[in-house]
């Protein structure tokens, strides 16, 4: 070949900073942060939640609280009809959302009907028919030939489970839905209407549903195999002590101590969503919002679309062995080599010949 | 990746909506940086120049390190391409640099086919990300991507046009890469020749249609310091390692006895606008390009080339699995084919082989009789010889012992005789 390449140096190690050198050995390699930033602010982000529940857990209150504005379905629908529908629909909405500067698409899917009707059987499948559909889509632009600047990214990229606040354990629809689907989607699940329990029957609640989702083999987000390193784990394991989170949603403002805060006004208190003391809605925000909004996405990225990547074009190979490459390589194979055998013995030959045979 | 339309247009069915408060996701660019900052980055640098025209030593001077090159020879045959890795470090961004050089560039007598072994190298860093992104399996966060992202093409700086040789060359890679033009050894210049030598590089690839790279004016942070740079291209640089003491600082700079030409003084030469450019402003720019420009064309080229295509002659969408499920099948087939004939080529010609030997062995065989034969002969002969000689020998031994005996009783009778004829006398 007509170039040689040595692979790569560990060093030279340059510091930016050299002990006498003053302005001069900068070399600006550190500004591409900012140009990254520049471009990321300028494209904007895309978001999309699912939530999934039966109807009645605060499904549409928790998502105004989250966003602070009216991103449910409720709101956007002029006049919305209170009946469960007969099958379990999948509504999609998006919202162009701005916060200092950082402009996000947000999408959030509802599920209405789900674990609604008596015989409750196979309700998941409209769910992953939906999510395997986001997936195809995307892989379809992405194997078009003249393909788009931007794909446009409809994957689901997190799905919030609401549990109803038994007390209890984990119910049969819950235990199956969750095991599905969390091979396809990341899962949060949610205890809804945290405030009908105490601190005690919550923290009994919560390790229950923790060893069941255990024994049943259940990864929810976030996933354990795919903390990148040490300190990685540290964050994460905190967090997946505290799933499932408890949660309290609220789109009134009270008066709370001078300050106006969202809660819920009882007539034995207002509870605090914000409150940590009070509800667990805090964390839930920030795992999903402040610092973990990344790396949901590139879970959903390279993991759960790859998976289905390679389940879709696996099953189209019918029965041939599915190949390493998948372009058609026009000299991989067997070379000649008959011309190579020399005649070493007729009895060696006719041995061979008919091993060959 | 981006658009450098305003990505976000508001579409039918998205509502704008304003927020109550604050909810917190204004920390995703942090989140992305810092996603990018434990990845590290990677960014490739492809140097086009004669030799001794001072690439290595203008790499050195814009990542100030030393990347230990030796000097080339001006007697190579070929046009080569020699790419070297390195990890670099400034503050807490990690960038895995890699550095191609031509060597021989320029050098030979017949320049027709310099140009092929830049192009073949840059399709081929194409070519292995394509195929990353074909595979079934596949790990493309984890990918060193190796596609050249800025091309530095280096212009000798004769003062006067460019070389045919640079025209050509430009022009094969323009839909190929992002070409940077500089003008090498900017010190043997003066500044009013380097005016005119500029505009008259630049009409010049205007005329002959040479796409080159130009800083990018969208986003309104830089697009007023990237339209100024735009205006000073190509960049006139100089480059040196070594430090000279002017005034009470040391500074990289090249020493004459007729002064010293400073390279991070913006009036002796553009090396800092270079370093600016390249470095601090567009770098991000320049992998973009690279992505969704030139590999995007490199990719919608190779695929239609094997005949993929996105409709089919009724202009109903295709879709690229079944034109590859298609294609697969046939080329499975067709290698069996040939596996089959290579198959039976083998068997015949092991055959033929046998027979062959079947018909040495025969003959061998066949000698070995009539040897065997011939020896069988002979030793009956030699029996029979034998024998003659031993019934020779008998007879002959009892003809001996009969003539012995006779012998022997004549003796006697004659001894008798004689005995009698002596004692008789002698007669």
């Known amino acids: 070949m007509s170039e040689s390449a040595k692979p790569h140096h560990p060093g030279p190690q340059v510091k930016g900073e050299k002990p006498h050198g003053g302005d001069f050995s900068y070399v600006g390699i550190d500004a ?126 997190c799905c919030i489970y609401f549990i109803p606040p038994t007390g209890h354990c984990l119910r049969p629809l819950d235990v199956e839905f969750m095991r599905r689907l969390s091979k396809v989607v990341n899962i949060v699940p949610v205890i809804a209407k945290a405030d009908t329990l105490t601190l005690e029957e919550r923290d009994f609640f919560k390790q229950t549903i923790r060893e069941e989702l255990r024994a049943n083999g259940i990864d929810v987000y976030p996933q354990k ?132 045979m | 990746m981006a658009s450098s339309d305003v990505a976000l247009l508001p579409d039918k069915g998205v509502r704008p909506l304003s927020l109550a408060g604050h909810v917190g996701f204004d920390s995703l660019p942090d989140q992305l940086v810092n996603k990018s900052i434990y990845q590290g980055f990677c960014f490739n640098i492809l140097c086009i120049g004669e030799t001794g025209i001072g690439k290595s030593t203008l790499m050195d001077t814009l990542f100030n390190t030393n990347f230990e090159n030796f000097e080339s020879s001006h007697f190579e045959p070929q046009v080569k391409l020699r790419a070297q890795t390195y990890d670099l470090q400034e503050s807490n961004v990690r960038l895995r640099l890699t550095v191609v050089n031509t060597v021989g560039f320029g050098d030979q007598m017949n320049k027709q086919e310099s140009y092929q072994p830049v192009v073949d190298y840059i399709d081929k860093q194409f070519e292995s990300y394509l195929q990353e992104e074909l595979k079934i399996k596949r790990s493309l966060h984890n990918y060193h991507d190796s596609r050249v992202h800025a091309c530095l093409y280096f212009i000798s700086p004769s003062g006067h046009s460019l070389k045919s040789l640079d025209l050509v060359t430009m022009k094969k890679l323009d839909s190929k890469v992002n070409i940077i033009p500089v003008i090498a050894k900017a010190d043997t210049i003066s500044k009013s020749e380097l005016h005119k030598f500029k505009i008259k590089i630049m009409s010049e690839l205007v005329s002959n249609g040479v796409q080159i790279y130009q800083f990018p004016l969208d986003d309104e942070n830089v697009a007023k310091v990237n339209t100024t740079m735009n205006g000073h291209l190509p960049f006139a640089v100089v480059g040196s390692t070594e430090e000279v003491s002017v005034g009470n600082k040391m500074v990289k700079a090249r020493q004459y006895p007729w002064g010293v030409v400073q390279v991070e003084n913006e009036n002796h030469c553009d090396f800092v606008k270079l370093r600016e450019m390249l470095i601090c402003v567009n770098m991000e720019d320049l992998r973009e390009q690279t992505h969704t420009r030139h590999y995007e064309l490199y990719r919608r080229c190779k695929l239609e080339e094997m005949g993929f295509k996105d409709t089919d002659p009724e202009s109903k969408p295709v879709s690229l699995q079944e034109t590859y499920e298609a294609k697969r099948q046939e080329f499975l087939v067709e290698l069996q084919k040939r596996e089959d004939e290579m198959r039976q080529m083998f068997v015949q010609r092991v055959k033929e082989k046998e027979s062959e030997l079947k018909d040495a062995e025969r003959e061998l065989q066949g000698r070995f009789e009539q040897l065997k034969r011939l020896h069988a002969d002979e030793k009956a002969a030699l029996e029979d010889k034998r024998r003659l000689l031993e019934e020779d020998q008998s007879s002959f031994s009892k003809r001996r012992a009969a003539a012995q005996l006779l012998q022997a009783q004549s003796l006697t009778a004659n001894g008798k005789k004689d005995k009698d004829r002596k004692n008789s006398g002698f007669m």
């Open chain 1, 32 to 157: 591409i942060l900012e140009q990254m930033r520049r471009k990321a602010m300028k494209q904007g982000f895309e978001f999309n939640i699912m939530v999934v529940g039966q109807s009645g857990l605060g499904k549409s209150t928790l998502m105004n609280t989250l966003f602070k504005s009216k991103v449910s379905r409720k709101s956007v629908l002029p006049n919305p009809e209170e009946r469960i529908p007969k099958t379990i629909e999948i509504k999609s909405i998006s919202h162009d959302i701005e916060e200092k500067g950082v402009r996000m698409k947000l999408t959030v899917i509802d599920t209405p009907g789900f674990g609604d009707h008596i015989n409750n059987e196979n309700c998941w499948q409209p769910i992953m028919k939906f999510i395997n559909d986001q997936y195809e889509a995307y892989l379809q632009e992405e194997i078009h030939i003249n393909r788009k600047k931007r794909i446009p990214d409809s994957r689901v990229h």
């Open chain 1, 225 to 356: 195999e795919f903390d990148e390193d040490a300190e990685d784990r540290m964050i994460n394991d905190k967090n997946r002590e505290m799933i499932p989170f408890a949660v309290v949603g609220s789109d009134q403002e009270y008066q709370v101590n001078g300050k106006r805060i969202l809660g819920r006004k009882t007539k034995w208190g207002t509870i605090e969503v914000e409150n940590i003391a009070h509800c667990e809605f805090a964390y839930l925000r920030d795992l999903l919002i402040r610092t973990h909004m990344q790396n949901i996405k590139d879970i959903t990225g390279s993991i759960h679309y790859e998976a289905y990547r390679v389940r879709r074009l696996n099953e189209s190979n019918g029965h041939f062995t599915p190949h390493p490459t998948v372009e058609p390589k026009a000299n991989g194979q067997p070379e000649a080599q008959p011309s190579a055998l020399q005649a070493n013995g007729v009895a060696a030959q006719h041995e061979a010949l008919s091993h060959e």
